[in-house]
């Protein structure tokens, strides 16, 4: 499997399409076209980052920066308030990856 980029599938699709056909047994050939006939979901892979913090300015104020796309998270008020769950720029996952 290394070197194969994954396909993901619409799997509410693929119940549909083999709904009915369980009695029939189909080979592993058989079946394995019948995947491929599946159309693939509109996903994209999920990029994990973590919060970075620096303190900026004369005042020098919090700002909290994404560690994936190194852009401020433009949100204000307190550390909290500011880390979000998703990079509101890049759309990273804040899970600390």
């Known amino acids: 499997m290394s070197g194969v ?22 080979s592993p050939a058989e079946a394995k076209v019948l995947i491929d006939e599946v159309p693939t979901a509109d996903v994209l892979p ?3 980052a973590h919060w970075v913090e620096q303190f900026e300015g004369t005042y ?15 949100i204000g008020g307190s550390k909290a308030n500011q880390m979000k ?6 759309g990273a996952k804040m899970d600390g990856g």
Do not use: E, W
């Not at 980029?5 to 189909?26: C, H, L, W």
């Not at 020098?60 to 433009?74: P, V």
């Not at 769950?85 to 890049?90: A, F, K, T, W």
């Open 60 to 74: 020098l104020r919090r700002a909290m920066y994404c560690s994936a796309c190194k852009k401020k998270s433009g």
């Open 5 to 26: 980029s994954p396909r993901y599938i619409d799997a509410t699709f693929a119940k549909v399409q083999f709904t009915g056909n369980f009695q029939d047994s189909y």
């Open 85 to 90: 769950p998703y990079c509101p720029n890049c």
């Open 46 to 48: 999920v990029v994990h």
